[in-house]
Every structure is written in C-alpha cells, then in structure tokens.
C-alpha cells in the first residue's frame, strides 16, 4: 500500500486560521459573530458543519430560534473586521453597521457580499456539551470562568464562491 506523502490539511485551517461569521436569522432581524471552532464532516449520511456558541452569546438566541445558519469566510483583509464582530456583541451596538460589511440574503439566512465562502446550513441537532467528559486540561483552560458550549450540527444545504 502506498503511503500518501502529503495531505492538504487546509481544511483544518478554514475555522482556526481564517475564522468565520456564523450567522443565524432572517434579513432584517439577524446575529453575526466570529467563531474559531467547527468542523466538516459527514452525519446520518449527509455533508454537515459543526459549530458551537455558548448561551451568552447574542448569536446563540437566534441558533435556537431558526432553522437555518451561515458560515462565512473573508479574505485576510477583513481580519480586524471579524476581531471586532468576535468581541462586540449585537445586543450593545450594531456591529453589521459599524463594521462596514453588506448584508445579503441567502435562502431564509443571511451572509455578506465581501465573503470569498459561504456556507448555508439547516440546523439538524443542538446539544450542550458535558463539561464532565472533558479533560481536565480542557475544562481548566476554556471553562473555568465560563459556561459550556452547545455544539449545532447542520446540513449543508448549499456552498457558495
């Protein structure tokens, strides 16, 4: 058997490197914020993401209330951009505004005109993860002064360059 000599792992990079705005709710009444964690993958034999927000998060309000999110990715050049959409939340100011991207509708979601990826997710599964079945090294280093994530599988409907 041959042995692969290389493997792109540049998928691995899309949440931890680039980043990305997920995005849940309809145009007119929607949350962004940046995440760093999610995966792709494969469930119950269709293409899903990954993802995870924690109760506080504005954002999170509207992962539970609707059926659809989106994942979208910039190009280097927005970087502070997403920093700022990271750390502000929509419950205090609005940051679509303020940050100088251009909503667009995307099926019953939205994402914005200046990203290079999106995309468009119908939310199949939400639960809370255990802080019990975590390492402790874990639990320590991204939940000790805060809640837990939900983790939000969703199917991906459509993929947009």
Same mark, same amino acid.
């Given at each position: 058997?041959?042995?692969?000599?290389?493997?792109?792992?540049?998928?691995?990079?899309?949440?931890?490197?680039?980043?990305?705005?997920?995005?849940?709710?309809?145009?007119?009444?929607?949350?962004?914020?940046?995440?760093?964690?999610?995966?792709?993958?494969?469930?119950?034999?269709?293409?899903?993401? +990954?993802?995870?927000?924690?109760?506080?998060?504005?954002?999170?309000?509207?992962?539970?209330?609707?059926?659809?999110? +989106?994942?979208?990715?910039?190009?280097?050049?927005?970087?502070?951009?997403?920093?700022?959409?990271?750390?502000?939340?929509?419950?205090? *100011?609005?940051?679509?505004?303020?940050?100088?991207?251009? &909503?667009?509708?995307?099926?019953?979601?939205?994402?914005?005109?200046?990203?290079?990826?999106?995309?468009?997710?119908?939310?199949?599964?939400?639960?809370?993860?255990?802080?019990?079945?975590? &390492?402790?090294?874990?639990?320590?280093?991204?939940?000790?002064?805060?809640?837990?994530?939900?983790?939000?599988?969703?199917?991906? *409907?459509?993929?947009?360059?």
């Amino acid at each position: 058997m041959a042995k692969v000599k290389e493997f792109d792992k540049g998928i691995f990079d899309l949440f931890s490197k680039r980043w990305a705005l997920l995005t849940a709710g309809k145009p007119g009444d929607f949350n962004t914020m940046t995440i760093g964690w999610g995966g792709l993958g494969t469930l119950w034999s269709k293409p899903v993401v +990954t993802v995870y927000s924690r109760k506080s998060r504005y954002t999170h309000e509207f992962l539970d209330r609707e059926e659809y999110f +989106t994942l979208s990715f910039f190009g280097e050049d927005k970087r502070e951009i997403l920093g700022v959409l990271g750390n502000k939340s929509g419950r205090d *100011i609005d940051k679509i505004n303020n940050s100088g991207l251009t &909503p667009k509708a995307i099926g019953d979601s939205v994402t914005f005109e200046e990203a290079e990826l999106t995309i468009l997710c119908k939310k199949l599964y939400m639960k809370e993860l255990d802080l019990q079945a975590m &390492p402790d090294d874990v639990k320590k280093t991204y939940y000790d002064k805060d809640s837990s994530h939900d983790m939000y599988i969703g199917e991906v *409907i459509e993929i947009i360059e």
